[in-house]
């Protein structure tokens, strides 16, 4: 049975940027996100704090998610970003509401925070692996969506990013993974078997977009095919979504 169109497959997979444009592009990019953190942060502008920013990273494994961090943070003085990774919840975080563990890195006024991977496991990994029930994961999109909601309204700036690249790519980079003695400790038999299940977290993920978006709680599906275009893509993202921010709550654009 064939699975119905969604926004995974209107994603241009096809989008690359020329090196030496890319170049140019990026750093832009990187000044800009520059100038915005210093202004929420109190440093350049008037010195009000501005809204808290949190960039939610997900995507397939291998589609880059890390190299897109990299970018994203380069530029930005260590004290004014923190970037926090989660893997699989603990025995005693599992004691827990699944979103309790995540609390503490949430940025506050004039802070900002890079979350690589989120809550939204409940409704990915969790729910394509059964480490939650039905019952659970079906909760859980109201249970995040009036989360953000609560977030957005006291002022966070919420930046929901999918890298999408496709089965093909994944797997060239999986094999490229497993060649290089100094990146094979990042593919697992975990990965493998995840990729085995590519049509379930593509189901996953569409519902994942559907249930959880606002007007200003938007995912953000980039195409991670090429590198070099969804590092920009990431980062002009990433500004755009600061500066509509800004907008809403009356702050000056530097």
Known sequence: MLRPMGRLDAVDLSLDIHRK???KRLADA????TELRLTLGGQIGGGRLGPPVAVLMEGWDASGKGGAIKR?????????VRVVQFAAPTADEKRHHFMWRFGPSLPG?????VFDRTWYGRVLVERVEGFASKKEWKRAYKEILTFEQGL????????????????????????????????GWKLTEEDWRN????????????DMFKKTETEITRWHAIPAESKRYARIAVIETVIA???????????DLP
């Open 21 to 23: 444009v890319g170049k």
């Open 30 to 33: 990187q000044a800009r996100l």
């Open 72 to 80: 994203l943070t380069y530029p930005l003085d260590p004290r004014h």
């Open 109 to 113: 006024w004039g802070g900002m925070a």
């Open 152 to 183: 957005a309204a006291e002022g966070m700036i919420l930046v929901k990013l999918w890298l999408h690249i496709s089965p093909e790519e994944q797997l060239r980079r999986f094999e490229a993974r497993a060649e290089d003695p100094l990146k």
């Open 195 to 206: 990729r085995e299940q590519r049509d379930l977290y593509a189901d996953a993920v569409e």
């Open 241 to 251: 979504e600061i500066e509509a921010g800004m907008k809403r709550w009356d702050i």
